[in-house]
């Protein structure tokens, strides 16, 4: 079965938010590719872009959440109209709360962690990046 990887896009501070998730779910980065890593005469990289990250990926269960750094000569990511989520299914209302502790740390809660009339513990909210996230845990599955 495919798994989903959610990528998400950065403004130069990819490397910080990775280090970030990494502190929370932990583990190792998988992969780090630098703008320089890819540089060419056919695609040049300037100097101030060169450490940014084009592609980073931190394994978090059987799936990956990936990211880069959008060049600036390619405009700005609107972090605050990233509409799309990324949604977690945690194993136990544990695991729920300990990634909700950790990932919302410094940003801003939309809906608290805690029961839901259908039976999941559920939170939503925006992490100190900007990133919308979905955290749940349903006890009948």
């Known amino acids: 079965m495919a798994h989903i990887n959610p990528h998400i896009n950065f403004n ?14 932990g583990g190792e980065f998988s ?3 630098r703008f320089k890593d890819i ?3 056919e695609f040049p990289v300037p100097e ?18 990936e990211g880069n750094d959008i060049p ?12 799309s989520k990324i949604s977690l299914r945690a194993e136990s209302k544990e695991e729920a709360t300990k990634v909700f502790n950790g990932i919302s740390a410094g940003g801003q809660i939309e809906m608290p962690l805690g029961e ?9 909210f925006r992490d100190k990046y900007g990133i ?6 349903d006890p009948k599955k």
Do not use: H, Q
């Open 12 to 25: 130069g501070n990819a490397e910080e938010a990775f280090n970030f998730y990494k502190s929370v779910f």
């Open 31 to 33: 992969k780090i590719v």
């Open 39 to 41: 540089a060419s005469e």
């Open 48 to 65: 101030k872009e060169a450490e940014k990250l084009m592609y980073i990926a931190l394994p978090v269960g059987k799936n990956y959440l």
């Open 72 to 83: 600036e000569m390619m405009g700005r990511v609107n972090e605050n109209e990233n509409r």
């Open 116 to 124: 839901n009339p259908d039976g999941t513990y559920f939170a939503m």
């Open 132 to 137: 919308e996230w979905m955290i749940k845990f």
